[in-house]
């Protein structure tokens, strides 16, 4: 490339392409193409921890029936392990954002009835004076 222009030289060109026409073939002749992540939703990883947990086959068997390696199942069980008081004890933070937008609702209820009130006044008083 010219020093200072924005402009690809002929050789670099060729070079990219030749670089290209090797990858491509690399990639024939191994059959190697990228292979998308798998996703594995949570109700598969509570099943497999929970026949983890068992310990009625080892971990390998699990992780080849499963198509999952073995160490990924480790740590999905410590996790689960790990996070298992929550399902007792529930969510500290979920019941006290409930807690306060309760308390959120019942002031906007209680200024919905003031200002309902006060409507109800003025309609009554702007009808006495003959303005409504």
Avoid: C
């Avoid at 399902?87 to 209680?110: C, H, M, Q, T, V």
């Avoid at 006060?118 to 009554?124: A, I, N, Q, R, S």
């Amino acid at each position: 490339m010219v020093s200072g222009s924005n402009f690809t030289s002929y050789k670099e060109i060729a070079m990219n392409e030749k670089t290209r026409k090797i990858s491509a073939k690399a990639e024939s002749l191994t059959g190697a193409k990228k292979r998308n992540r798998r996703k594995i939703d949570d109700a598969l990883k509570t099943k497999i921890v929970l026949e983890a947990l068992k310990d009625a086959e080892p971990l390998t068997a699990l992780a080849s029936r499963y198509e999952v390696h073995a160490n990924q199942i480790g740590l999905w069980r410590k996790q689960f392990l790990e996070n298992a008081q929550t399902a007792f004890s529930g969510d500290k933070s979920a019941e006290a954002e409930l807690e306060r937008l309760r308390a959120e609702r019942d002031d906007y209820a209680k200024k919905v009835g003031e200002l309902t009130m006060d409507v109800e006044f003025l309609k009554k008083n702007l009808k006495k004076l003959g303005l409504l």
